[in-house]
């Protein structure tokens, strides 16, 4: 029998509670390219979201759905547990979908034309995707899932991590840049520093750092447990990144500690974060959203939301923090 599930649009608002009107971030015509919003994975939008929760529409789909990203024309595009990759109007009409191999985890990346789509499979496959036809460009293959949402640098390079314990750098055609060997499998998604650094975390427990251009190490930094967390980079260059240890971390770009908040339990949650404001927010398998220092790592607030908060937080242009 299929179990049908229903696609809503509908998420946690919280906003009084901690206060803040970020600036956004800044990009080329509308959209949500990337998981995260932008290179940097900041969740910080330039958009005002939804003020009340009264549903717009829902669509039943054949399995559960990952992350969205959304297009300049307002397509939303999304992976499911059924294998397929779906193409979604604003209306929640179906455009096309592409079927893999294995679960779609990963939430895609939209190319800077907004011409491809990129994301992983369980089905060891990075898949490029014509966003308009949702006919098949390449695929590259690695040896296990890839779950790690893919991030594109300024010249077109896509990167991402894979179970193989490898951390993937592919040229827009699809041929491989470089690959780097971590000590253990890469759920994490890549975050880029201001000068195409790459961030990402990695299931032995450590947050490296990478060259964008050869995938050279530069340091990495060791937490007590795994990280499944993505990370995220202020506008200084420091990194953001959750540990199951249930610890959120601030580390320097040169690698060093600058602060370590304890939490309630392990940290699945990607962080988001308000520069203006000077806040992060962060999910915790403890039940709550945390509001945090970004100066110091102190928590400021917290909301209890009655189970595990493993989905990422957004914040919008006028100050909302959004999370499931």
Not at 271 to 279: L, M, R, T
Request: with cysteine.
């Amino acid at each position: 029998m299929t179990k049908y599930l229903k696609l809503v649009v509908a998420l946690f608002v919280v906003s009084s509670l901690f206060a803040c009107a970020p600036k956004g971030a800044k990009m080329s015509g509308d959209g949500w390219p990337v998981m995260g919003f932008n290179n940097q994975r900041t969740s910080n939008s330039s958009f005002a979201g939804p003020v009340k929760n009264a549903i717009k529409w829902t669509r039943d789909t054949d399995s559960v759905l990952t992350a969205m990203v959304v297009g300049r024309n307002g397509i939303l595009y999304t992976g499911s547990y059924d294998h397929n990759i779906y193409a979604l109007t604003k209306d929640g009409e179906e455009l096309w979908r592409y079927k893999t191999k294995g679960v779609v985890y990963s939430a895609p990346a939209i190319s800077a034309d907004g011409k491809t789509l990129y994301v992983g499979s369980a089905d060891k496959r990075m898949y490029a995707i014509n966003s308009v036809t949702g006919e098949l460009k390449w695929d590259f293959k690695t040896d296990d899932v890839v779950n790690s949402s893919p991030v594109i640098g300024a010249d077109g390079t896509i990167y991402f991590g894979s179970y193989d314990f490898r951390v993937y750098a592919l040229n827009p055609d699809g041929t491989m840049k470089w690959k780097y060997l971590a000590d253990g499998k890469v759920f994490s998604s890549p975050a880029l520093g201001h000068d195409g650094t790459v961030y990402v975390g990695s299931n032995d427990g450590n947050l490296y750092s990478l060259d964008g251009q050869t995938g050279k190490l530069n340091w990495f930094f060791t937490t007590d447990d795994i990280i499944v967390s993505s990370p995220a980079v202020t506008k200084n260059g420091d990194i953001i990144i959750g540990s199951y240890d249930g610890t959120l971390y601030m580390v320097s770009k040169r690698g060093e500690k600058q602060w370590g908040a304890s939490l309630g339990a392990a940290i699945e949650s990607s962080p988001a974060v308000s520069d203006e404001k000077g806040v992060i927010f962060v999910g915790c398998d403890d039940n709550k959203l945390y509001s945090i220092w970004l100066s110091n790592g102190k928590i400021k607030g917290s909301f209890d939301a009655g189970d595990k908060v493993v989905s990422s937080p957004i914040i919008s242009k006028k100050g909302h923090v959004y999370f499931g």
